[in-house]
């Protein structure tokens, strides 16, 4: 069984937008916070947006302004709102536990990675 579930993901025009879901088992979701991870072909994945249990939220650079993360608890579901969407955005996105240690966000070890969503953006 999977500790994460992502869906949502799909083709859009420059400019446009999309909704990720990241589901996630009761205990998994309860415990920890999660963050929004991508991986474009021959890059490393990163973190894209990270949402700790008490809703504190922390973003890459290169999506402020344009991404927004939160969480539905009763559902036990993140979500990452994308507007803006650019060719760049262009990746599989991943979601996984995680949060923040002594400023940096640091990622779970032990909860497996899921299949991940494509995104692509292009015209």
């Known amino acids: 069984q999977e500790d994460f579930v992502e869906s949502g993901g799909g083709l859009v025009p420059p400019g446009g937008s999309l909704i990720l879901s990241c589901k996630a088992s009761?205990?998994?979701?309860?415990?920890?916070?999660v963050g929004w991870y991508r991986q474009a072909p021959g890059n490393q994945r990163e973190l894209v947006a990270g949402i700790t249990r008490d809703g504190a939220t922390t973003y890459a650079d290169s999506v402020k302004g344009r991404f927004t993360i939160s969480r539905n608890t009763a559902k036990n579901t993140v979500y990452l709102q994308m507007n803006t969407l650019k060719p760049e955005d262009t990746a599989v996105y991943y979601c996984n536990a995680g949060g923040p240690v002594g400023g940096h966000w640091v990622t779970s070890s032990i909860h497996s990675w899921g299949q991940g969503t494509q995104v692509t953006v292009s015209s």
């Open positions: 009761g205990s998994t979701f309860s415990r920890n916070g």
